[in-house]
């Protein structure tokens, strides 16, 4: 009876083990690994599975983000520290969340995930775009997808019918290429917009301050392109033909171009509202402006770096066709609230009113003077893609002309969905000024198939990849 029961315990023992082994058995206190995700492609969706037990960066920003950061070291493959990297660096994100380098990339500039799930970066100095693969070990692998461009900077996927393209902008022409699933260099080249201002224009002799150009599509074949302005403040500018300082609306195959909006001085980020056609933008704003007020400080048309310190603020709004923004002639004022701001004439360009301030476009949502917002994402939830949860993201990429610096961060704007406006600032990720001087800037971000977001970083020359991690 004995040899029986030992006999039997041994079974028993022997079919427990088998079912740890075969991953039948369940455990009370579940599992609390990561799961692993694999690429999504063109058109596909996280399996169910992935669906209710992974979670991305964006997921965590929509539903739980805070004002308070913590600050986490950058973590950094041992072959990637060369520059700013020779040292040990720090930046302040989310809780939950890890921050590390992805890839260097001198200059690195605009940013767009292919449908596959590779990434492409622009390097305008270099005159061509990067492809990054990443692999499931050692760095991603960086190769040329297009070369010999002028300037390239911004980068747009855009599918008509069955065919996908990828856009991408000259400081003189708009192109586009067909793209095919796991293409690594761009191919069968079409200029879609020819004959674009820049610094070989010849009235500008070479002279052009933002030449580099930046677009968007919309879901009705409609290409947006920003002709930003050659100068700070000029009335050149407001002259020329095309206009500067403007935005133009084509055909998505560059037919049919007109001006759009105008008075916007330098916009670079241009992305619309997920799920509609309503484009926003964020904008570069003048510098060295003179105090606006005839009143009894005595300073009315003189530079005051106090009040230069904070105006005009930069600009994240709405894009409103046949609009005026105001630049140069009309100013936003943020002193009483930095939400639909009004006007203040300009004491240099319209100080005798001959230009209506109050029939400009008022502009949405005020953002720290000399920030230099750059890239605009809106997130979405790659995991989750039909929610109307959304939020911005704005690269800040520094300011020059402010006594006490500014920007250097990424900032994420809650979305009212009822009113369909941005809510109050909130950092995202800082750190990239500290005490003794700013070693990196941040430039536009991407968000992958998974959820990560990409930050691209033109000083140190740096992509960073944001990831939450419970």
Partial sequence: MRKFSRLVGLTILWLCFMLVLSNCGSSSTGNTSPPVTTRATTGSKPTATAQQTSKSAVEEILNHLTAGN????????????TGAFEQDRYLNVPPHMQIAVYARIP???????????????????????????????????????????????DIVFHTIGQQT??????????????????????????????????????ELRGAYGHELKN???????????????????????????PLRGAIYQYNAD?????????????AEGLAFVPGTNVLWVAV????????????????????????????????????????????PFCNPNPDQSVNHMPFDRDAEFNADGHVNCDQMQRIDKGIQAHSAPLGLTFLQDPLAPDTQRT???ISLHGSWNRTVPTGYKVAYFPWNSQAQQPEQQIDLVTGWQDSTAVWGRP?????????????????SGTVYKLTYQP
Avoid at 70 to 81: G, L, N, P, Y
Wanted: charged share 20%; glycine share 6%.
């Fill in 284 to 327: 570069n704003n003048r510098d060295n402006i003179l105090y606006p007020h005839q009143d009894a400080t005595g300073q009315y048309q003189q530079r005051i770096p106090a009040y230069v310190d904070n105006h005009p603020p930069e600009e994240f709004t709405h894009v409103q066709e046949g609009a005026n923004y105001g630049w």
């Fill in 215 to 241: 677009i968007a599509l919309d879901s009705n074949d409609k290409l947006y392109v920003s002709i930003a302005s050659t100068c700070n403040a000029c009335l050149a500018d407001t002259q020329s033909n």
């Fill in 443 to 459: 430039v536009d971000t991407a968000i992958d198939h998974q959820g990560n977001i990409f930050i691209s970083d033109d000083l």
């Fill in 391 to 393: 939020g911005a993201l």
């Fill in 107 to 153: 200059k690195a500039r605009f940013m767009a995930i292919t449908p596959d799930g590779d990434l492409l970066v622009s390097v305008p100095d270099e005159g061509r775009v990067v492809l990054v693969r990443a692999y499931q070990q050692g760095n991603p692998q960086i190769s040329d997808f297009a070369t010999g461009l002028r300037r390239p900077q």
């Fill in 70 to 81: 913590q600050r986490v070291k950058v973590a950094v493959a041992a072959d990637m520290r």
């Fill in 254 to 266: 560059g037919t049919q171009g007109h001006l759009y909006a105008h008075g916007l001085r330098n």
């Fill in 165 to 202: 393209y990828v856009y991408i902008s000259e400081t003189n022409q708009i192109d586009r290429y067909r793209y095919q699933k796991g293409d690594m260099q761009a191919h069968d080249r079409q200029v879609v917009v020819s004959g674009l201002p820049d610094s070989s224009t010849a």
